[in-house]
């Protein structure tokens, strides 16, 4: 098994868009678990802009869950957070990791992928990205770091 966060459409506008003639709808970020045979865990996740219910069928693909508003089986950050250490936890809620964040770094140690990457958090500056993230090296063993690389945009004919 290996884990993705991806982005997913919703239906909704950002508030900034919506004067706009042609609005894009509104992406959010949710972490999928994929299976050996490349199929994605389904789950149900909550839009963090209109609050509506999708339920998530492949990457970057949901489906809104007619009727449903609210659902109790959603996870959150606080539901998470009783299953990783007490320093991880520390470092997730320092750098202000939303849901997606918290539930790689839970995956990452419920299979025990030691070395794996948990992106904290990036940003993009002319044609740089800066950003941090924690290395899971172990149960009670993490290291935070950051990293500098050049993003090469190659111009579409």
């Known amino acids: 098994m290996k884990g993705q966060r991806h982005l997913v459409k919703c ?7 919506k004067n706009a003639k042609d609005p894009p ?3 959010f970020v949710v972490f999928s678990v994929i299976r050996d045979d490349d199929t994605v865990v389904e789950k149900i996740v909550q ?9 998530i069928v492949d990457i970057c693909k949901s489906k809104i869950v007619s009727g449903k508003e609210e ?3 959603i996870l959150t950050i606080d539901d998470v957070r009783v299953s990783v250490p007490k320093n991880l936890a520390d470092v997730l809620d320092r750098n202000k990791a ?8 839970k995956f990452v ?3 025990k ?8 958090g990036s940003d993009e500056e002319n044609e740089s990205k800066h950003g941090k993230y924690v290395r899971i090296l172990g149960d009670n063993l993490f290291k935070v770091d950051s990293f500098s690389r050049a993003e090469i945009v190659t111009p579409e004919e």
């Open 71 to 73: 659902s109790r089986s």
């Open 11 to 17: 239906r909704c506008v950002l508030q900034q868009f």
């Open 98 to 105: 939303d849901l997606p964040t918290w539930e790689h770094a």
């Open 47 to 55: 839009c963090n802009n209109c609050g509506i219910v999708h339920k």
């Open 113 to 120: 992928q030691w070395g794996e990457l948990v992106l904290l």
């Open 25 to 27: 709808n509104h992406m």
């Open 109 to 111: 140690l419920d299979n």
